[in-house]
């Protein structure tokens, strides 16, 4: 999602850009050129071996092993270096208005298989232990970038599309009954621009990338003044009456994305303020909530989601708040 996007960028900009991946997921945007790479593979970088690039995005997600052998390969010969990390990576999942000087998780090196669970916090470990590989390999020519909630073209996740393709068919909406909690996202094309202004500016140093944090209850109202048709009603509904019906937060299935778990109630709320005043551009909200919402449509309103609530999971919900079932266009 986010390398498509960054390459998209760079190629609009006018720049010679080379996309180094297996190739599997896709055309590479017109006018990059691909070179074949796995990863996994012993020598894997040995196709680019020897060039020099003005400037690196390195996007994985979890190997620190690829990172480490990205920088051993590629580090001495690129002249600025941006890793893709992640707001995972705070200790402290419950303080509002947290920045990057917030404790962080214990890193963890190793394969980081994103099946495993244990350690707990494997994932922001995975991304800590990265980090460090980056500064100590590439010093003041590393960008470091820790990304919140990505949303927008291209997103398979439902965690942000969700709600505006269940806004947009009406209705009696469930909703959780939290909304001053504070959530944050980024669109991917706004993201993907920053990461090409601080290669373009040489732009250094360790940075949140979300907007800022915005109550819950806001969000869901601005995607509903966008998308919803007249008569939808939103309907509050307790977490714990949630819990109990077998709704979850945050996301998968039977999930009400964006709404947190308990504890967890920085996560989306960290001060992005450095981030603003370096350059990061967040786009209005609902042009992002009109993107989202057409991927969802280009993908398909009735296939079964990543995330969120099934028509029949709704129903059962809001029979059994007040015996009155969702209204749902079309079934």
């Given at each position: 999602m986010l390398s498509k996007a960054v390459a998209a960028e760079v190629v609009g900009r006018g720049h010679d850009v080379?996309?180094?991946?297996?190739?599997?997921?896709?055309?590479?945007?017109?006018?990059a050129r691909l070179v074949r790479i796995d990863r996994n593979e012993p020598d894997a970088y040995a196709p680019l071996s020897g060039g020099w690039f003005d400037a690196v995005v390195d996007v994985a997600w979890m190997s620190y092993r690829w990172v480490t052998e990205a920088l051993r390969a590629l580090g001495d010969n690129a002249g600025h270096w941006t890793f893709v990390s992640s707001m995972n990576v705070y200790a402290d999942k419950n303080t509002c208005g947290q920045g990057i000087d917030a404790p962080l998780v214990e890193p963890v090196r190793g394969e980081g298989d994103p099946g495993q669970q244990d350690p707990p916090d494997r994932y922001g470990g995975v991304k800590v232990a990265s980090e460090m590989a980056v500064r100590e390999a590439v010093g003041d020519r590393a960008?470091?970038?820790?990304?919140?909630?990505?949303?927008?073209?291209?997103?398979?996740?439902?965690?942000?599309?969700?709600?505006?393709?269940?806004?947009?068919?009406?209705?009696r909406?469930?909703?959780?009954?939290?909304?001053?909690?504070?959530?944050?996202?980024?669109?991917?094309?706004?993201?993907?621009?920053?990461v090409v202004d601080a290669a373009e500016s040489r732009l250094v140093g360790t940075f949140d990338g979300a907007c800022a944090p915005l109550p819950l209850g806001k969000l869901l109202g601005g995607v509903a003044a966008v998308v919803a048709p007249p008569g939808t009603e939103l309907v509050p509904v307790a977490p714990k009456v949630l819990t109990e019906m077998g709704v979850s937060p945050w996301a998968g299935p039977n999930s009400l994305p964006l709404w947190l778990p308990a504890g967890c109630a920085g996560f989306t709320a960290h001060?992005?303020?450095?981030?603003?005043?370096?350059?990061?551009?967040?786009?209005?909200?609902?042009?992002?909530?009109?993107?989202?919402?057409?991927?969802?449509?280009?993908?398909?309103?009735?296939?079964?989601?990543?995330?969120?609530?099934?028509?029949?999971?709704?129903?059962?919900?809001?029979?059994?708040?007040?015996?009155?079932?969702?209204?749902?266009?079309?079934?």
């Open positions: 080379v996309c180094a991946a297996r190739g599997t997921s896709g055309l590479v945007p017109g006018g960008f470091v970038l820790r990304s919140g909630l990505i949303v927008g073209p291209d997103d398979p996740t439902d965690r942000f599309g969700y709600w505006p393709a269940r806004l947009s068919r009406g209705g909406v469930v909703v959780p009954d939290v909304p001053d909690q504070l959530t944050q996202y980024v669109d991917v094309r706004d993201l993907a621009s920053w001060d992005v303020a450095p981030s603003l005043a370096a350059g990061l551009r967040i786009r209005p909200l609902a042009d992002t909530v009109r993107a989202a919402l057409a991927d969802e449509r280009r993908r398909g309103l009735d296939r079964p989601g990543v995330a969120g609530l099934t028509p029949t999971k709704e129903n059962e919900v809001l029979s059994g708040l007040d015996g009155e079932p969702i209204f749902a266009p079309n079934g």
